[in-house]
């Protein structure tokens, strides 16, 4: 099969398309998926750097969520899967022709929306998901702080949480992101290069209830002092470090949570708990048009190098595919 291969650590550049890739085995548990897109996503960028390699029995290949048709079904996996359209979370593999997937995250593509669109749900669904809803515990009419609003995990979380109707402020980089959040009727959006967000915030509410933070670094501390009494600090990713010097008494004063989380290295148990949520809760939302997926820009398999460029130089406003 074909697949995109890693000359070695590096650049984008190190991005190569090979065609003598031995198409992946399934065992038990498993099904083979005919790819059709998959994702791109930030770990992607850090695994390809040679900074986050894959955990213990995963593919080498990049990618962490496809969409496409299933070929092959494990001997434990019920027989009506074999030519299902899916989308799935996978611990690696994406990047190819042919990916491997236990059934605990499988998924069916919800009603209005495509093959190809249907691989940008899965990470960032489960991202979402799992942190604002079962670890943060997030309620309605509470008031949700989103960095990096314009990214795909960002404007998931916005869509997914106006729906429920919790009340978001996002942060961005640029104009552009700016206006385009502007359209989404949130409560605020800030673009942290003309304004410091804390200060913005304070403005016009006392604080906010749960943060998602996946920019760590001096944001630390001024997450800390706006969250409200009880406030929760999700932190998902570190892109300005994982080191800070920081007050923290406003957490014994306060109350506050503060935690993190990763998904890939998760047992396919969790997994599926979280996939049987999203289906209870999400699909029916795809159904009434309730909520809706922020795709930026497509990709064809050959051109995987300006796609990770284009993620790296921060452009994208929503999620990158790649058709496979």
């Not at 494990?74 to 299902?84: A, E, H, L």
């Not at 979370?89 to 593509?109: F, H, K, N, R, W």
């Not at 409560?187 to 760590?216: A, C, T």
């Not at 409200?228 to 999700?234: A, F, T």
């Amino acid at each position: 099969m074909k697949a995109i291969n890693l000359k070695n650590f590096g650049g984008p550049e190190v991005l190569e398309v090979i065609d003598n890739v031995i198409k992946p085995s399934i065992t038990d548990t498993e099904v083979l998926i005919k790819v059709k897109a998959a994702g791109i996503n930030r770990p992607d960028i850090i695994q390809r750097m040679g900074l986050y390699p894959p955990p213990p029995g995963a593919s080498d290949i990049l990618g962490l969520e496809v969409s496409g048709t299933i070929v092959e079904v494990g001997s434990k996996v019920d027989r009506n899967y074999m030519n299902k359209d899916v989308c799935a979370l996978l611990s690696g593999g994406g990047y190819a022709e042919y990916a491997s997937c236990d059934i605990s995250t499988v998924m069916s593509i919800p009603k209005n929306i495509s093959l190809i669109d249907a691989c940008a749900i899965p990470e960032t669904f489960f991202t979402v998901w799992t942190n604002l809803f079962d670890t943060a515990k997030i309620l309605k009419d509470e008031v949700l702080l989103i960095h990096g609003g314009a990214s795909g995990i960002g404007l998931t979380a916005i869509t997914i949480a106006q729906a429920m109707g919790i009340k978001c402020i996002a942060t961005v980089g640029s104009k552009e992101k700016e206006e385009y959040l502007n359209k989404l009727n949130l409560e605020m959006v800030i673009n942290y290069n003309s304004h410091d967000f804390e200060e913005k915030i304070k403005q016009k509410f006392k604080g906010v209830d749960v943060i998602l933070d996946m920019v760590g670094g001096d944001y630390f501390q001024k997450n800390i002092n706006l969250l409200n009494r009880n406030g929760r600090l999700i932190n998902i990713a570190y892109l300005r470090g994982s080191k800070v010097e920081a007050n923290l008494l406003p957490i014994m004063l306060k109350r506050l949570v503060v935690t993190g989380s990763t998904l890939r290295v998760r047992s396919n148990e969790e997994k599926h708990g979280i996939k049987k949520n999203i289906e209870k809760y999400i699909w029916p939302l795809f159904e009434k048009k309730m909520i809706k997926l922020h795709i930026d820009k497509y990709f064809e398999m050959k051109d995987a190098v300006k796609a990770h460029q284009y993620m790296e130089n921060n452009e994208n406003i929503g999620k990158i595919l790649l058709k496979i």
